[in-house]
């Protein structure tokens, strides 16, 4: 499919004069092109001449003149420029960009560039963009006007990609029928460290491990045991963004299992937040107090369950 010509007459195209060239600071991309002998041009059978590629913002980009028009009902009475992103095929699936972009024609005569400037979103559909009507034949071949000089002229082009990256995200939502339980022992709980990790286990596709200080954590140092369930690379997750689970952690009583400890949590995991839990989940007197039932053998139960409720992952 042929691109789509702009016509360079719409409100987004800027027509003006400027003395300083195509190198100006302002610009990260310039490429100037000398034809030398232009009435040659059609005499010769050229009718389009792409240049050679040149690179802005990480693509690849050619400078197109059409000596007598591009478009056929003009006449052949302008001369018509253009740019083109170079080498379609090496860009990904879906590739689009905005820029902004100038064409240029140097006069001799006072030393500085007429130029026709605007922005356009370059696609597959439509990689290629300038302006049909970019300067009339007659001014360009009169000699007065100082854009020619013994058959010789000078056009350019800048060319400023805008760099965004589109952020986008999914939420998925789950009707919840079944839940994930799991139980950890932990043995010799009176000479243990002060923090004890579970293997990793897997629910809802996700990793998770608990963490359990048993000396507490924070402001409840010296005073409470504090358990807290841990998503286990969600500070590295580059597939989903965050998600938010149900879970219930219980600290069971060994003797009859009646005077169970458990707390629930409906809290959203994230890269910034990967651990939820509790600081004072229990007393250290009531967690250490043999009567409660706790810790039975130097040892101690906890039970976790988990169900995923959402997912919110990165579009791609």
């Known amino acids: 499919m042929a691109p789509r010509p702009s016509t360079g007459v719409d409100n987004e195209v800027t027509v003006g004069t400027r003395d300083f060239s195509p190198a100006h600071f302002l610009f990260p991309a310039h490429f100037l092109f000398k034809i030398e002998s232009f009435s040659l041009l059609s005499e010769n059978g050229i009718d389009k001449y792409e240049s050679s590629e040149f690179e802005s913002g990480d693509y690849k980009w050619k400078l197109i003149i059409y000596p007598n028009g591009r478009n056929t009902e003009d006449g052949g009475n302008h001369v018509s420029a253009y740019l083109v992103v170079a080498d379609i095929n090496s860009l990904p699936n879906g590739w689009e960009f905005n820029a902004f972009f100038s064409i240029f024609l140097f006069n001799h005569e006072f030393d500085n560039f007429m130029f026709m400037k605007g922005q356009r979103r370059f696609h597959l559909i439509n990689p ?52 994930y339980t799991r139980e950890f022992k932990i043995s010799n709980y009176s000479v243990m460290e002060n923090q004890w990790f579970s293997v990793e286990f897997i629910t809802g596709e996700h990793k998770w491990k608990l963490c359990v200080d048993t000396k507490g954590y924070g402001d409840q140092e010296g005073d409470c045991v504090s358990i807290f369930l841990d998503a286990v690379g969600m500070e590295r997750q580059s597939s989903y963004q965050k998600l938010k689970a149900d879970f219930t952690i219980c600290m069971k009583n060994q003797f009859d299992g009646a005077d169970r400890k458990h707390r629930d949590i ?51």
């Open 128 to 179: 290629e963009w300038g302006f049909s009507n970019f300067v009339a034949k007659e001014d360009l071949m009169d000699p007065t006007n100082g854009f020619i000089v013994d058959d010789k002229c000078v056009f350019g082009a800048e060319v400023f990609v805008i760099k965004s990256k589109g952020i986008g995200e999914c939420l998925s939502l789950f009707k919840v029928t079944d839940s």
């Open 266 to 316: 409906n809290g959203w995991f994230s890269p910034s937040w990967p651990s939820l839990g509790w600081s004072n989940f229990i007393s250290i007197t009531d967690m250490n107090d043999p009567k409660k039932g706790f810790v039975v053998g130097d040892s101690c139960v906890i039970e976790v369950e988990i169900s995923i409720k959402a997912v919110v992952r990165s579009l791609p």
